[in-house]
């Protein structure tokens, strides 16, 4: 009798847990896109936010975000966990403009977006939990530091947990970046690629 009770149980548990995380979704995704609104963020139609994300817009910014985009800030809402919520943050540099542009059909856990320059997203694209996307050094007034390049990320890329992408690369389409890899240098498309640095170890 218990052994029988036990799987009942846990489909129910796993049944109230999914309708709960459901149902707060849906609470969170709709007070996000007022407060996107209201930020002066473009964000296309039936994205999906579990968990309130942190956007920050400054003048001379840009966001661009497509339709059926999926934002994952809650730890439960990721298998693997995550550390910390969604961070988009669009900062120019010294009083210039700077955008953010995000296609359709992408996905979201814990990642870090900073941009000082210009970050472009195409569509269909994965990011495993934790992903850090940034085209500047952030430390300015160090003289050591180089000036924000673009970051262009093609359609359909997966990037792995962990994956750290930096300034001025170029992620050809179709590729795959193996988890905890840094990107510092351009892939080309329709490959898989590891590592720190990150290199091709596979060409399709």
């Known amino acids: 009798m218990t ?9 129910l548990l796993n049944y109230i847990r999914r309708n709960s995380i459901s149902l707060a979704s849906k609470i969170v995704t709709a007070f996000t ?13 039936s994205c999906i936010f579990y968990g309130k994300p942190h956007f920050e817009l400054n003048n001379g910014g840009s966001i661009r975000i497509g339709k059926k985009c999926i934002f994952r800030s809650s730890p439960v809402s990721n298998r693997i966990g995550l550390n910390h919520k969604i ?31 210009e970050i472009t997203i195409g569509n269909n694209v994965r990011c495993g939990a934790n992903t850090l996307i940034m085209d500047g050094d952030a430390h300015f007034e160090d003289a050591r530091t180089t000036p924000p390049m673009p970051i262009i990320i093609e359609d359909n ?14 992620i050809g389409a179709n590729t795959v970046v193996g988890m905890n890899s840094v990107v510092t240098h351009s892939l080309p498309a329709n490959c898989v690629a590891v590592g720190i640095p990150c290199k091709v170890i596979r060409q399709n």
């Open 3 to 11: 052994a029988n009770k036990s799987p009942l149980c846990n489909r």
């Open 33 to 45: 896109y007022t407060l996107l609104k209201l930020q002066g963020v473009a964000i296309g139609k």
């Open 87 to 117: 961070i988009v943050s669009a900062t120019p540099l010294h009083s210039r403009t700077c955008s953010i542009t995000i296609g359709d059909n992408c996905g979201f856990s814990g990642t870090s977006i900073w941009c000082f320059n």
């Open 157 to 170: 890329v997966f990037l792995g947990a962990n994956v750290v992408v930096k300034k001025g690369v170029t």
